[in-house]
């Protein structure tokens, strides 16, 4: 069994103005390190065996501000955010985001990676880290709509979940056992 830690980067200047940043590689603000820093006081790093960060610049911030070089970081593409394509700097939309949750629209239009698509990236990401690292203490920096599809594949999903019952804030732990 494995431990699992999963961390949102800290805010952003998009995140304050409410606009989708998916893929495009903005960096933490003021705000965002501080919150970093704050939740760096608090995290245990004696517990963890290795850390995976999305190579976004707003993740290597945050695990730059967390861990510095005390425990090994591998920086892995497959955790980067999903990608919202077209609609990536244009404000949210709530009625775009229910179409993109949306499991059995499994919506891709304007470049946009699907839901399926994502939570197969989470799946595959999840068993290989069950594979490679065997019972370890894993911490994982990651993007809000990446944490999510880790998180449904963590606790269980279906055709008809509701994803939008989750939304991971900056720069919170969140903990999960990987059986």
């Not at 699992?4 to 989708?20: F, M, P």
């Not at 603000?29 to 290795?50: F, H, M, R, T, W």
Request: hydrophobic share 35%; proline share 2%; glycine share 6%.
């Amino acid at each position: 069994m494995n431990k699992i830690y999963i961390i949102r980067h800290g805010n952003t200047t998009w995140n304050e103005k409410g606009l989708l940043q998916g893929t495009t590689d903005i960096g933490l603000n003021e705000e965002g390190i501080i919150q970093v820093k704050n939740l760096s006081k608090k995290l245990d790093l004696s517990k963890i065996d290795i850390c995976f960060c999305s190579p976004l610049k707003r993740a290597k911030q945050t695990a730059d501000i967390l861990i510095g070089n005390k425990i090994e970081i591998i920086y892995d593409d497959m955790i980067i955010e999903r990608n919202f394509g077209d609609y990536e700097g244009k404000k949210i939309d709530f009625d775009l985001i229910k179409k993109q949750w949306n499991y059995k629209l499994n919506d891709s239009s304007h470049n946009i990676e699907s839901l399926q698509s994502c939570l197969l990236r989470a799946k595959i990401f999840l068993d290989k880290i069950k594979k490679e690292y065997p019972n370890k203490t894993i911490l994982i920096i990651s993007h809000g709509s990446f944490i999510k599809t880790l998180h449904f594949n963590l606790i269980g999903y279906d055709e008809n979940t509701d994803f939008l019952s989750f939304n991971p804030k900056n720069s919170l732990l969140y903990e999960y056992d990987l059986i």
